[in-house]
């Protein structure tokens, strides 16, 4: 995915619909299990509130084993989310980070970016106790050839400017991955440090 320049003027909802919209198009991602994928997640992270909405609990509804409340749940969902995604209705915001959650996991990954590049920031993760840092590692490296691949064509020519304007998009997509994975092992790093009582310093080298 390459995000457009024009992506820069869109509100927050609209950027988070566009990945999902993207990630349904690209993918065998279906509309329908993209919903229930969101529903599971905002029963999982706002429980109260996503029960107070009226966002079915699909888990509970296929316990029960009965498929005619199922099925007519899923379809007045479904509804609801392709109003969001065709931009009808305004994406609530205690849906956002669920939302988020609910892509897969280079979809996240690339729209958590976008959103935190708006501030000047780098979309990282905190690695938690099961994660493992030489998959993180494995990634980080992954995503560094992709960035050597877009950026080395944008400066081809030995400089940036004007003419590489169709080709910044996708470099600086891909360089904000590199970013991202690389922080969430610094962080681990550094929080190894922090536990035996040692600091580091931040340096920049150039």
Known sequence: MTL????????????????????????????????????????????????????????????????????????????????????????????????????????RERCINELAARYGLVGARALGGEACPLTAFGQLVVRLGGAVEAAGAVLADQKIDATDLPLLPEAIERLLAVESRACEIRRQMENVLAQHGQSSALRVVG
């Open 4 to 107: 457009s320049s024009s992506r820069q003027r869109m509100t927050r909802d609209q950027v988070l619909v566009a990945h999902a919209a993207e990630m349904i198009a690209r993918t065998s991602l279906s509309q329908d299990r993209f919903a229930q994928a969101l529903a599971g997640k905002l029963h999982e992270m706002t429980p109260s509130k996503a029960a107070d909405a009226g966002v079915p609990d699909f888990q509970v509804l296929a316990a029960a084993g009965d498929a005619a409340p199922f099925l007519k749940a899923s379809a007045s969902w479904l509804k609801k989310v392709q109003r969001w995604l065709a931009g009808e209705v305004d994406l609530p915001a205690w849906v956002e980070e669920g939302w988020v959650q609910a892509l897969d996991e280079d979809y």
